[in-house]
C-alpha cells in the first residue's frame, strides 16, 4: 500500500465502501489517487469521472508527489507500448513501474 502524506489522507484515499466498487459511483469518495500517476484527485460527483487535481494535501497541506504522468508516457513509449492500443504490463497500472530501475 501506498504511504501518503498523512492519516487523513490516507483514510480518505482507502475509503473502502462496500455499496461502491468504483469510488466515482460513491457519495463517501472524496479523493481519488491514480498510483500509476502518483496523482491525487478530488472526485466531482456529477455522476461522471471527473476529478480535479490537486498539488497540495487538503488536510496537512503538504506538498503532494509530482505527477508521473508524462514520464508514464514516456517510459510506455520507450517500450514501444501504445497506451491505447495495447494491453499495459501489470506494474503500468500501479505505482510499480517507478520502482523499476531505469533501463540504459
Ligand atoms: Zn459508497
Ligand atoms: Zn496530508
Same mark, same amino acid.
Request: hydrophobic share 40%.
Given at each position: 500500500m501506498t504511504d501518503h502524506c498523512c492519516e487523513a489522507m490516507t483514510t480518505?484515499?482507502?475509503?473502502? !465502501?462496500?455499496?461502491h466498487d468504483d469510488?466515482?459511483? !460513491?457519495?463517501d469518495a472524496l479523493v481519488d489517487f491514480s498510483p500509476q500517476f502518483q496523482e491525487y484527485g478530488l472526485i466531482i460527483h456529477d455522476g461522471g469521472t471527473s476529478s480535479i487535481t490537486i498539488d497540495f494535501c487538503p488536510w496537512c497541506g503538504r506538498r503532494l508527489p509530482e505527477s508521473q504522468r508524462d514520464r508514464w508516457f514516456d517510459e510506455l513509449e520507450r517500450r514501444g507500448i501504445d497506451p491505447w492500443e495495447d494491453e499495459l504490463p501489470a506494474e503500468f497500472r500501479d505505482g510499480?513501474?517507478?520502482?523499476?530501475p531505469p533501463q540504459a
Open positions: 480518505h484515499v482507502n475509503v473502502g !465502501c462496500d455499496q469510488p466515482y459511483a !460513491c457519495p510499480r513501474w517507478l520502482a523499476a
